[in-house]
Structures are given as C-alpha cells and as structure tokens.
C-alpha cells in the first residue's frame, strides 16, 4: 500500500529537483487559489494517498518562492540537499521524540552538536541543542544569559529578581538580526533597555561606542548583562570583532552571545579565520544549518561553551515524566524550550554533515565566497550599477547609477519587484547607511556564475522597463 505512494513521492522529488532551474523562481498564486487554500473546509470523508501527491503537485509545487532555485538571491536560505532530504524522511518514520527519555536520535543530536561546536572553533566543554533555527537559538541564548546573570548576582529567584531583572540591559551590533529585540521582548527586557550600538563604516560593532554605552548605563544604575555580536549580519555580511568584547564582557560581567546563524562556521575558510580570532571565548553562539549547510529548513543550533545555565534555565520538571538514572544525561527538554521535538533534525543535520565531510563543508562555504567575489567584481565593472557594501560574508549590496529619479529608494524597490514578477531571477532590497539599495546573498550550492550575469541582466532590463513605463504614467 504505502509503497507505491512513497515510490511514487521520490520519483516526484528527483523530477521537481531535477527541473528546478528550468522552472520560474518565483510564481505568484492567483488570489482565488490562494483564498482556496486557506477556505477549503475539510471532507467529512478522508480521501487516498495518492491525493496527497496529486495535490502538492498542483496546488503548491507550481507557485515557488525561491528558495532552492539556482537564481533565488533574496533570502539566506540554502536549497535543500540531498542528504537531508532522504534524512528527512527516515526521521519521520522513526518519529523518535527528541526532548525526554533516551533514544539513538537524541544521542546523534548531542554528537552532532559538538561536531557543529568544534567546526565554529569552540572548546570541547560546548554543548548545546538544535532548534528550528536563528530566531529560536537566539531566545534560548537570551534566556541562558538572564539566568547565568542573575544566578552569579544571587537574584534569579526570590524577592531581588524583580528589581535586578527591571534594570537588565542588552547590547548589541545596530545591524544585529530583529531577532535580537524580538528575543529580548520575549524575555521581557523591553526597549528602552535595549541598545543598538551604531556600527562603524563596515557596519561591524564598533567596542569604543559599546565601551561608552556600557560605562553611561552602569552609572545610571543599570545592569548590562548580555552583549550580542554578529557574525555576518543580515544586511551587509559584516563580521563583528570578538576579542574586544569578549574582554569588555569579561571586564563587567556580561554574557557573550555572538550570533552565527549565517557567519558561525567562519572559522573553518582560511581566507576568514583572521577575523574568528578569539571565538573559542564567547559564551554562546547561534549557528543555522539551513542557511549555509543545505539542511532542509528548520535547523538551527544554539551552541554554549559551559552548558550549565543553557540547563539552569530550562530544566523545569514535571512530575509525569521521571528522570532515568542519576547518570543520565540531561534530556534534551532540559536544554530547550520544546518538550516533545522532532529527530529530523538531528537526523538531517548528521546526514549532512556525514555527507560532506569537514573538507566537504569549508569547500561549500568557500564556493558562495568565490560567487560573492565575483558578483562583487561584475557588479563594480558594469557602468550602470555601483557596489556599496558586501563581505566578508557572500553578499553583494549594489545601487543603480546615473537615474534621475529623485527616489532611488523607490526605484530599488520597483526593479526589484519586477525581478522578482518576472521569475528567473530572485533578489531582495535592504536598508544600507540609510539607503534601499538592491541585495544579492550567495547560499546556494547549484548556483553558478550564469546565474550571477542572470540577475544582473535581469536588473538592469528592469531597470529599463521602469524607465519605459514609469509607475506614474
Ligand atoms: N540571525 C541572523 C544574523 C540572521 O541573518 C537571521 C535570518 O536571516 C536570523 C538570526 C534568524 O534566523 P531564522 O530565520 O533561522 O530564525
């Protein structure tokens, strides 16, 4: 029975992949079927397998966005590849529950969490959790943080918690993922204890600012507990330093947390690792597999170098669910937020890796690199189109030149919108130096150079057709 439906699902899934870069990279779905979509009430009576086939097939697979096509730029989102996906499906099948009790799947995921922490160059006392990815890691960094804070302060529990907690405040790299603040708010820190230090022109944290801020807070009888560095920031691909702010950290009790969810593997390329100097010393680092490795998205990684208070903060009991011997490692559960939680992730993540190799995955991260550069370099020699940031992670942020438009932001926004309405190519606009400019990233290991002089042509026709027929007339 299920045989043939599963035979018949890989056979899709080699055609869909197969095709892929013939296929337009983004389709809008028309209104009516997406109403549809959401509408459709559910049968009284269920229906066969093979429908479940038939209708991926009809209803989902034909209108794309991005994410796996070769020309897709917009998002740090790796296409999925192989390993992960056959992972992916075993997983499911075992449907191990990943948070308590003991199962091979939670040991893999321990395994797999310290391969992932020694490829970051973190020590070998690092432990941590997957999760579904950057957003999540960083809420469970934030937390750990808070707990260890408190917990040296004597406050995490009784009748200090409410004064310290009230005057904890975070730092982080201005150009830090909104994530960040999201996480914060999570945790209650609100706003106004939060502060975005203004980066430097290479829109890395700059320590001197974070320095100023820090010592103006603990004289106002505030509490900075926790910085946050980034390791390839969202916009531009920035690398913060970490040696000054692991020291500031150390010097006034902060927490390091430094966010790796695209740039946490940085360590591993040679032409990187200058600027990686010093993270064996961070307290915490977010690492997504799914931007970078080419895990099936969700997978993400919080990795701590002295796993205690990751536990402190999240080993709540309940009294249904026993610990097993006093040697026991500690359930997953206890790392996280989740209880019952998938093994695909794991699974997937560990597939992958074993697949690749380590050599397998430095090359990876050096072919978006080697894309990056070359993006960059075609981007600075065409006469129409000026780079105004990008690096060292893969990302290029580039303008159009010579418009007269008295709105370029506008005018970005426009051309990319008809990129994207076209389909063959997929790019995003972002906010550099207060200026919407075009963004390219490079995470995709089926991306090669055509691409790149695809998306280029794509924008400058766009910018043609903008000219042509200005949204006014
Ligand atoms: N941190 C950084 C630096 C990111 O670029 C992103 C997403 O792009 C995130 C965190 C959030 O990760 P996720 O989308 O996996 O939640």
Redesign the pocket.
């Given at each position: 029975m299920l045989r043939d439906e599963l035979v018949a699902a890989a056979e899709w899934v080699c055609q869909y992949l197969g095709q892929l870069p013939e296929t337009p990279v983004s389709r809008p779905m028309p209104a009516r079927r997406r109403a549809r979509l959401r509408d459709a009430p559910l049968d009284r009576t269920g229906g066969e397998l093979w429908q479940i086939l038939d209708f991926v097939r009809e209803e989902i697979a034909p209108f794309p966005t991005g994410n796996g096509h070769p020309a897709f730029f917009a998002?740090?989102n790796s296409p999925p590849a192989p390993a992960g996906l056959i992972a992916e499906l075993l997983a499911s099948a075992i449907n191990a529950t990943c948070g308590m009790g003991e199962n091979a799947l939670m040991d893999l995921e321990r395994g797999t969490v310290r391969t992932l922490a020694d490829l970051a160059g973190l020590p070998s006392t690092a432990g941590g959790v997957l999760t579904?990815?950057?957003?999540?890691a960083?809420l469970l960094a934030l937390a750990t943080a808070r707990t260890w804070f408190l917990t040296r302060r004597g406050s995490a529990d009784g009748p200090a918690y409410d004064r310290d907690h009230a005057r904890l405040t975070l730092y982080y790299n201005a150009q830090a993922?909104m994530?960040v603040a999201k996480a914060a708010a999570c945790i209650g820190i609100p706003a106004h204890r939060l502060r975005p230090i203004p980066s430097d022109t290479q829109h890395r944290l700059d320590p001197a600012a974070l320095r100023a801020a820090v010592t103006a807070d603990q004289a106002a009888g505030l509490l900075p507990f926790c910085t946050v560095t980034?390791l390839?920031?969202?916009a531009t691909g920035a690398v913060d330093p970490l040696e000054p702010v692991t020291a500031l950290c150390r010097s006034t009790g902060m927490w390091h947390h430094a966010?790796g969810?695209?740039g946490g593997l940085g360590a591993m390329v040679p032409a990187l690792a200058h600027l990686y100097q010093g993270v064996a010393d961070v307290d915490s680092m977010?690492v997504?597999p799914?931007?970078t490795l080419s895990v099936p998205v969700?997978c993400?990684a919080l990795l701590v170098t002295d796993p205690e208070y990751l536990h402190t903060a999240f080993s709540h009991r309940a009294s249904y669910l026993t610990p097993g011997e006093p040697d026991t490692l500690p359930w997953l559960s206890h790392s996280t937020i989740e209880l019952t939680r998938p093994g695909t992730r794991a699974l997937a993540l560990w597939a992958t890796l074993h697949h690749l190799g380590g050599d397998g995955v430095a090359a990876l991260l050096q072919h978006y690199l080697t894309l990056a550069d070359r993006l960059r370099e075609k981007i600075t020699a065409s006469p129409r189109l000026e780079l105004v940031a990008g690096g060292p992670w893969p990302v290029a942020c580039f303008r159009l030149t010579g418009t007269t438009t008295p709105d370029p932001g506008a005018l970005h926004t426009r051309v990319a919108r008809r990129v994207q309405t076209a389909g063959r190519a997929y790019l995003a606009t972002v906010t550099v130096d207060d200026r919407t400019v075009l963004r390219a990233c490079l995470c995709n290991y089926r991306t090669h150079e055509s691409d790149l002089d695809l998306l280029l042509r794509e924008v400058l026709q766009a910018a043609d057709s903008d000219c042509a027929e200005p949204p006014d007339a």
């Open positions: 998002w740090i579904s990815g950057g957003s999540m960083n993922h994530s980034t390839g920031t969202t966010d969810a695209w977010t997504d799914h931007k969700g993400g």
